[in-house]
């Protein structure tokens, strides 16, 4: 099965159905085009669940999730750049018998702490920018109004090798009307969710930066 984040499908189902059978059909429709080897596709199970969220705010906090990452990363690089540029100009402080190489080692550094200073602000007002819009964005997942339908799908499939079958398990989000459906790997979603959890938990933006720096894997 080929790996992938997002999927989506516009399908008329019909009404006499009952909603299992319209998501199973909307969900094979969205995959065929997904799996390596559609024509072996065989559905396992289908639990349908009503929704209270606004599925448009997923990829934003995924996006957002990995933009905090990528500046934590960048902060403790710059934290490690100043400490180390520290420790040489204790090495090379000038005084009155410094030679010509330790006063440029002394330089030297001391530029290389400017550098990683100015970088550790900026990538620090960044990080404060994305935490808020983090924030904002998982306030509005929490719809707290019925949007549509939660479809846990699990199914079978060939493998790229068209050699084994292999099992797989996602959740889509299906409009009321199961006519369209966005459909997440469900071990991706449950990391999606703690971090959903992170937020909602967390009583400072530190505890939301300690969440991603302990769990720097996800997504």
Not at 111 to 118: D, V, Y
Not at 156 to 179: K, Q, V, Y
Request: glycine share 4%.
């Amino acid at each position: 099965m080929k790996k992938f984040l997002v999927l989506s499908a516009l399908v008329i189902t019909s009404c006499t159905l009952s909603n299992e059978e319209k998501a199973e059909k909307l969900v094979k429709e969205t995959l065929k085009d997904y799996l390596y080897h559609p024509d072996s596709y065989e559905p396992i199970s289908t639990r349908v669940d009503s929704m209270f969220i606004d599925v448009t705010t997923i990829e934003p906090i995924m996006k957002i999730s990995d933009e905090i990452k990528n500046l934590i990363s960048k902060i403790n690089r710059c934290e490690r750049k100043i400490e180390s540029a520290e420790s040489s100009m204790d090495i090379f402080a000038p005084n009155g018998y410094s030679s010509q190489y330790s006063r440029g080692e002394y330089s030297r550094a001391k530029k290389e702490k400017e550098e990683a200073k100015s970088d550790l602000n900026k990538y620090t007002k960044k990080l404060s920018e994305q935490l808020a819009f983090l924030k904002e964005n998982v306030a509005k997942y929490h719809k707290g109004e019925f949007t549509g339908w939660a479809v846990s799908h699990r199914f079978r499939s060939l493998n790229g090798a068209g050699s084994m079958t292999i099992p797989g398990e996602m959740i889509f989000f299906c409009d009321e009307e199961f006519t369209t459906c966005g459909g997440y790997e469900t071990d991706k979603f449950e990391d999606f969710v703690k971090i959903l959890n992170a937020v909602d938990e967390a009583t400072s933006d530190e505890d939301v930066i300690d969440y991603f720096k302990e769990n720097n894997f996800l997504l």
